[in-house]
């Protein structure tokens, strides 16, 4: 999986469907109460009145960051989303408890609430970044550079949003490697419009709103006939991502028994910053 910059060549990309303009182009609004308002932008392809769980993951991400911040805490090493349901397309409410925090690595947790229910809950590792050079010669260093850059891919687009506005007009997806929705493949992400109104998208939350589609770029099972929901989503960082740009060189496997797992190595410019995980939920569709 951590071979980006191999395998073969990205197929032309789907045309996409015309859609409307967003009428706020951004995924939220903060409010003054610290709530956020859900926008359209963040709307999920398996019901028009749900999330994907990308952005809801990202403002998880970025109420953690905030709280690890003021304890000296910049690095967000591991960050695992349990999805407990659906999130609604409304106002969300995320509260944030310190669990322990040392002197160079800090536990905390999260619930994110819709309309007074809890959709998600989350678990944090939070570091303090020091200077401290990997030694030459060390095994599995250099790490992997990155795949082939964003600039010379396609645009992508996902097919199953059709003339739905959401997920697939808040990103960019450039393809370096298979085909979106059709097998393993690599692709690129960025952010098309701000999280957050008026907010510049920081790294971290720019991979988790792509690392969440892992099993959706490198679905095996047709969208038609099968249901493959991801219920959790764990992000694992080994230094602090940089740039706009995030990677997933994602592939989803099925046992026999309606479950699954979706594997994404994560790369930005630089080359390798992690690995994502999501257990899948797989269920044919009713006739």
Sequence with gaps: ??????????????ERPQRPVPAIEAAYIARDDGSLQSLELTRGPWDPRHQHAGPPSAVLARAIQAAAAGHGLDH?????????????????VVQVQEDYVGRNAGHFSARLLADGRECARVTALAMRRIDAPVPAGTAGHPLPGPPRPPGMCPVAHMPVFREQLGYDDLVEIRVVSGELFA?????WFRLRHPLVLGEAPDPCQMVAVAADSGNGISAVLDFERYIFVNSDLTINLLRPPQGQWICLDARTSFGDTGSGLAESALYDEEGLVGRATQSLVMRPRES
């Excluded at 980006?4 to 990205?10: I, T």
């Excluded at 097998?183 to 692709?187: E, N, R, V």
């Design 183 to 187: 097998g393993p493949t690599c692709a």
């Design 1 to 14: 999986m951590d071979g980006g910059q191999a395998g073969s060549e990205s197929r032309p990309a789907r």
């Design 76 to 92: 967000l090493a591991r960050l695992t989303v349990n999805l407990l349901r659906p999130v609604p397309i409304s106002d969300l």
